[in-house]
């Protein structure tokens, strides 16, 4: 999800995640609005191999500063859920790059 502003990380992330991509990830990107349309939590996480969900941890100034990792199903569920809502919205990064340039 993208805020607006974009914080410094954000800014990161769209100029680095080419790299993913590569790497055969799949990344998409939706505006905060129409996330929050949809119910989608105000903080950042991952899913990773569909089993865990990564939360980011950012201090006041936007850092990063860790990551907490769940493997409870009701948790990794529910966050399966706000994905699948969002997923069909959200713009696939190159494309995203491609609008903003």
Not at 8 to 34: F, S
Not at 44 to 59: E, T
């Amino acid at each position: 999800m993208l805020t607006e502003p974009l914080t410094d990380y954000l800014r990161w992330m769209l100029d680095t995640t080419h790299r993913n991509v590569a790497a055969g990830e799949d990344i998409r990107w939706i505006e905060q609005k129409p996330a929050r349309r949809l119910g989608m939590p105000d903080y950042d996480f991952y899913i990773l191999d569909d089993d865990r969900v990564a939360f980011l941890r950012f201090d006041e100034a936007t850092d990063l500063v860790g990551v907490d990792v769940d493997d409870d199903a009701d948790i990794v569920r529910t966050h399966q859920h706000w994905r699948e809502q969002v997923w069909p919205l959200a713009t696939r990064h190159a494309d995203y790059i491609a609008g903003i340039r």
